[in-house]
């Protein structure tokens, strides 16, 4: 959960009596982006006039009245839910306090409405529990009500569009609440008959199509976010929730949220019973990849963006494709581990070519899984980084033959390589901030912002040291030999033989005037490559099209960019 200001603090404490799956959904409602949903309302806080209308408009006989009509239209077929819809606009058009409260006060509106349905407050958990579809289907039938009178041309529609990014987020969380939580509640949502009446009598197929309809609105609305005002006021982290809550049922690591037939799902509870997940459509995969590409990747979130693409076994992912990453992950270990044999055993039975030879299994590997599970799969693989560390490795190849000869591992070169990789953390440790923005929370949340930040930019400069360590492997040991000034002497550096003299020149030459270069230690040749490649694909991220290096590795889309 999101760092909350503190005047939010007891929004989601709601009363004893309300089913548990409404208290999960309240509070979805007042977390994320929802933690600054009244901020600020009437120019006064939590007491002042804002809260005045809410109670008001709660305690109202008209706004009961509303709602009961459209609970009797979704329970009796001879009652029009268009009428009950209408009601609701009339009331909204002369009282308009009346729509505010479930625009800001979402959990408030949830805690009275099993008061007005005559919920009785005396009924055992297990009763409670099972009033909950029916109370969820009033809710959904009054916030989608909300959603199309704000999309009117009446006045009152015109005053309250300006909340339109809220009220698009309430209505998807709302919708999409049954397709969450599959056989997590009892009774569950495949077995209770309520989804089929939210919007009139035996309308099931209606729910799908408007909490597809919903997902679409709020999730073109949360590519713009910094465009809405009211959201500078959440935390830096509170975007992620929204795109959590978008994309997946649960965790990032879970299943993707599928907005299918539930009647297709077994019945699954809290008995441990196996539950079918349905396969959903394209739609729904294509927007957790949106997630990991605009949201995920850009923010720098590492850790979920490598949860969301490989999450945990039976959570809708190929196995494959964790397999994939296990080899990535072996071949770049043995790689490490090889040029560190090399470097004790001074290149000795080419062992460096050994570890050269790991690296481009890599890089293989990495090949055959994009090729096999396209974009999505490479994504937290960070590909920006080797293809921009080239760059560096060109350079390295370019510099004349001095900057490796006699180079010794020690604390000066250690230092220097030290010094150069400093200096992209510090500039991805800006990069993660800048596109984190928004309010840090006093107190306690402060530091733990700050520690996410830090933790974040680490984890984007290790990958990229890795990325760089095998570039640098590859290019020092097999490319830099056949291309740079002075290539064979740089080759005994990798095959542990004497230094010989350079193709085509005495040695007694010009003995006085520059003496035959020797290499210096491999181990600190390649230390410093390493973190020239690193700088070099993080600092030149501007010639790709000034998008943080994060970001996948391509440079057409085929879509209107945010």
């Not at 404490?13 to 799956?21: C, E, H, Q, V």
């Not at 959603?147 to 919708?175: C, K, N, T």
């Not at 990069?431 to 680490?458: D, I, K, L, M, Y």
């Amino acid at each position: 959960m999101s760092e909350t200001h503190p005047e939010h603090g007891d929004r989601a404490a709601l009363g004893p009596s309300l089913p548990s799956m409404l208290v999960a959904l309240a509070e979805r409602l007042t977390t994320g982006l929802g933690a600054v949903a009244d901020a600020g309302r009437d120019g006064a806080g939590r007491g002042g006039a804002a809260s005045g209308n809410d109670a008001a408009a709660l305690a109202g006989e008209e706004l009961r009245e509303a709602v009961l009509q459209v609970d009797r239209a979704q329970q009796d077929e001879g009652i029009g839910y268009r009428q009950a819809g209408e009601g609701l606009f009339r009331l909204w058009e002369e009282q308009p306090h009346t729509a505010r409260v479930l625009v800001h006060r979402p959990e408030a509106f949830i805690a009275w409405l099993p008061r007005v349905l005559r919920v009785r407050p005396d009924l055992t958990e297990e009763e409670a529990e099972a009033q909950g579809p029916s109370v969820w289907c009033v809710l959904a039938g009054t916030v989608d009500a909300l959603w199309e009178y704000a999309q009117g041309d009446s006045a009152g529609a015109h005053r309250i569009r300006r909340w339109e990014p809220l009220i698009a987020r309430m209505r998807f969380l709302v919708l999409a609440e049954p397709f969450r939580d599959l056989g997590l509640w009892e009774p569950s949502w495949a077995s209770t008959s309520a989804l089929g009446r939210v919007f009139g009598y035996d309308t099931g197929v209606e729910l799908i199509r408007r909490a597809r309809e919903a997902r679409e609105a709020w999730r073109a609305h949360l590519g713009g976010y910094q465009s809405v005002p009211l959201f500078d006021h959440a935390p830096p982290f509170a975007v992620e929730e929204e795109v959590r809550a978008l994309a997946f049922a649960s965790g990032f690591d879970g299943r993707p949220l599928v907005l299918a037939d539930l009647a297709q799902c077994e019945q699954g509870g809290r008995g441990g019973a196996t539950l079918a997940v349905p396969t959903g459509l394209p739609a729904d995969r294509a927007v957790t990849e949106d997630a990991v590409e605009h949201h995920l990747l850009p923010r720098f979130a590492v850790v979920e963006a490598w949860a969301a693409v490989v999450g945990r076994p039976g959570a809708w992912r190929a196995k494959g494709q964790a397999l994939l990453f296990g080899a990535v992950l072996g071949t770049a270990l043995l790689a490490l581990v090889s040029a560190a044999v090399a470097a004790l055993a001074s290149g000795a039975l080419g062992s460096w070519y050994l570890a050269a030879a790991f690296a481009g299994a890599a890089y293989t590997v990495i090949g055959a899984g994009t090729l096999a599970y396209g974009r999505r799969w490479a994504m937290p693989l960070m590909l920006r980084f080797p293809a921009a560390a080239v760059v560096g490795l060109i350079v390295l190849v370019a510099f004349h033959p001095d900057w490796w000869t006699g180079l010794s591992l020690g604390w000066a070169s250690a230092g220097t390589a030290l010094l150069i990789a400093a200096a992209p953390f510090g500039y991805l440790l800006t990069q993660v901030r800048n596109h984190n923005s928004g309010q840090v929370p006093e107190g306690g949340g402060r530091t733990r912002v700050r520690g996410r930040v830090v933790a974040r930019a680490a984890l984007a400069t290790g990958t990229g040291l890795a990325h760089a360590f095998l570039v640098a492997l590859l290019g020092m040991v097999l490319v830099a030999p056949v291309f740079s000034e002075d290539g064979d002497r740089l080759r005994t550096a990798w095959t542990g033989d004497a230094a010989a003299p350079s193709s085509g020149a005495s040695t007694e030459a010009f003995p006085a005037a520059e003496p035959p270069r020797r290499p210096g230690s491999p181990a600190a040749i390649l230390a410093l490559a390493t973190s020239v490649c690193l700088a070099a694909g993080v600092f030149s991220q501007i010639l790709w099209d000034d998008k943080p290096v994060t970001a996948p590795l391509s440079h057409q889309r085929w879509r209107s960019e945010r």
